[in-house]
T-cell receptor, first 111, second 110 residues
Framework: DVKVTQSSRYLVKRTGEKVFLECVQD?????MFWYRQDPGLGLRLIYF???????EKGDIPEGYSVSREKKERFSLILESASTNQTSMYLC??????????FGPGTRLLVL | GQNIDQPTEMTATEGAIVQINCTYQ??????LFWYQQHAGEAPTFLSY??LDGLEEKGRFSSFLSRSKGYSYLLLKELQMKDSASYLC???????????WGAGTKLIIKP
């Protein structure tokens, strides 16, 4: 079974803090994605990566950066957290059957 | 522009059949996904349609009409555990990005 894990299920941070969200997949997939999900808006793509050290901006990259130093790990960084970044963050890995497999999600609250 | 439309919420009765529609307008099309998402959990894959027609997988079936920009997910013999959001997503082009609908919240009543 494909497994995508995320470092935290719930996280509470203060405005201005630097936040790291980590995602690890165990299926040797080349493509990984970070989304945020907000009620009524669906999934919105923040960044994706199709190879180690490669990254592409998605639809809403402002206020975020990413790091892909190893194939299995894709990190999302909030350089200076703001209250409008309170959201559910989902990591996904793209599989051989053209299916995106999701991690359990991180619910981030920025105070 | 890119647009995917699904009803926001639907209600159905346990044991019945429900059809969740998805219409899309995208600049490219490689295939259409359906995902199920229970509250507070991650989406899980249900189906992927590339060609026109109906694909059946147990109690769930998915239909695609590329010429009409239309898909539906059909759920039969509804169970309480089917209460969830159902997300439609279009695989648009040769990269691996998906365009997501906002999801349909399905409420099952006894």
């Amino acid at each position: 079974d494909v497994k995508v894990t995320q470092s935290s299920r719930y996280l509470v941070k203060r405005t201005g803090e630097k936040v790291f969200l980590e995602c690890v997949q165990d299926m040797d997939h080349e493509n990984m994605f970070w989304y945020r999900q907000d009620p009524g808006l669906g999934l919105r793509l923040i960044y994706f990566s199709y190879d180690v050290k490669m990254k592409e901006k998605g639809d809403i990259p402002e206020g975020y950066s990413v790091s892909r130093e190893k194939k299995e790990r894709f990190s999302l960084i909030l350089e200076s957290a703001s209250t409008n970044q309170t959201s559910m963050y989902l990591c996904a890995s793209y599989g051989a059957q053209e299916t995106q497999y999701f991690g359990p999600g991180t619910r981030l609250l920025v105070l | 522009g890119q647009n995917i439309d699904q009803p926001t919420e639907m209600t159905a009765t346990e044991g019945a059949i429900v059809q969740i529609n998805c219409t899309y307008q995208t600049s490219g099309f490689n295939g259409l996904f359906w995902y199920q998402q229970h509250a507070g959990e991650a989406p899980t894959f249900l189906s992927y349609n590339v060609l026109d027609g109906l694909e059946e997988k147990g109690r769930f079936s998915s239909f695609l009409s590329r010429s009409k920009g239309y898909s539906y997910l059909l759920l039969k013999e509804l169970q309480m555990k089917d209460s969830a959001s159902y997300l439609c997503a279009v695989h648009k082009d040769s990269n691996y990005q998906l365009i997501w609908g906002a999801g349909t919240k399905l409420i099952i009543k006894p």
